[in-house]
């Protein structure tokens, strides 16, 4: 059977309203019902099983009272880890500091910011009021991923634009850093910038994997096999119909059991052996 690590997995959003741009998202782009339901534990881990997923990184809010994801991993440490969203910029020690105790406390694979979701899109990866985070995480060894492309709801978007990367991967070369949700509509940077910069990765999470360019495809099969790291963004993407469409790439067999595994394994937990 396929293995997989799936690298961004919702089991929150049955438990609070919407937002109106979540709400939007689901109504103008996957339509999917299942959005916002619960996720059950069980039913949850029946379908990993079903799908040759070994582990699912759930994303949490470590400043929100939602504690399903964080229960989940403590429930089952073996299956779960937690991306931790939820940060307060602004005010970076008061965050970094909740982010320190939220990683000493929890199965925590990285950190996550979506420059388009906060301070109404003014504030672009470059700028530095990112950068005590940035600090913080190659001193925790902890992997930061942001946001990248054009976001589904009505919010700004140059600030996702990739190429403000480029001069954050210079001033931190240490930084394991991974775009998410892909890059449209600019693929063709984020792969320039991945070859790059060593540290720098691309997860494909959101993005139902036969949209995915064949730019990026082309990539894996040539300069970086290693770069590529796979998510549904279940349930907003549904883990079984990712995993089925993922099988039907044309990737290697190497090729596609790096996206689906090794690649995550490697970069989010240390193990280069798997």
Request: glycine share 4%.
């Amino acid at each position: 059977m396929t293995r997989a690590i799936d690298g961004l997995v919702n089991v929150h959003l049955g438990d609070q309203t919407p937002p109106k741009w979540m709400v939007r998202v689901k109504e103008d782009y996957f339509k999917a019902d299942s959005m916002f339901q619960p996720v059950e534990l069980d039913a949850l881990i029946d379908e990993m099983d079903a799908n040759g997923v070994q582990r699912a990184i759930l994303t949490a809010n470590f400043t929100d009272p939602i504690d399903r994801p964080f229960r989940y991993a403590e429930a089952r440490p073996d299956r779960f880890s937690l991306a931790l969203g939820g940060h307060d910029l602004l005010h970076p020690m008061a965050n970094l500091q909740r982010l320190t105790a939220a990683v000493q406390n929890f199965p925590v694979a990285y950190t996550v910011v979506g420059p388009s979701f906060w301070g109404d899109g003014m504030y672009p990866p470059v700028d530095p009021v990112y950068y005590p985070l940035y600090t913080k995480c190659c001193e925790l060894d902890l992997a930061l991923c942001i946001n990248t492309g054009i976001p589904g709801p009505p919010l700004p978007a140059d600030a996702q634009n990739p190429i403000h990367l480029d001069r954050v991967c210079v001033r931190f070369p240490e930084l394991k850093l991974c775009m998410v949700h892909g890059a449209d509509p600019w693929w063709d940077t984020a792969i320039r910038l991945m070859i790059k910069y060593r540290n720098l990765h691309l997860m494909t999470s959101a993005w139902s994997p036969r949209r995915l360019p064949e730019s990026l495809l082309h990539y894996m099969r040539t300069r970086g096999p290693d770069k590529v790291l796979y998510a549904s963004d279940h349930p907003v993407l549904p883990m079984t119909r990712c995993i089925a469409e993922a099988k039907q790439l044309d990737l290697p067999e190497e090729v596609l059991d790096k996206y689906l595994f090794r690649n995550a394994n490697r970069f989010f937990f240390g193990d280069v052996t798997a």
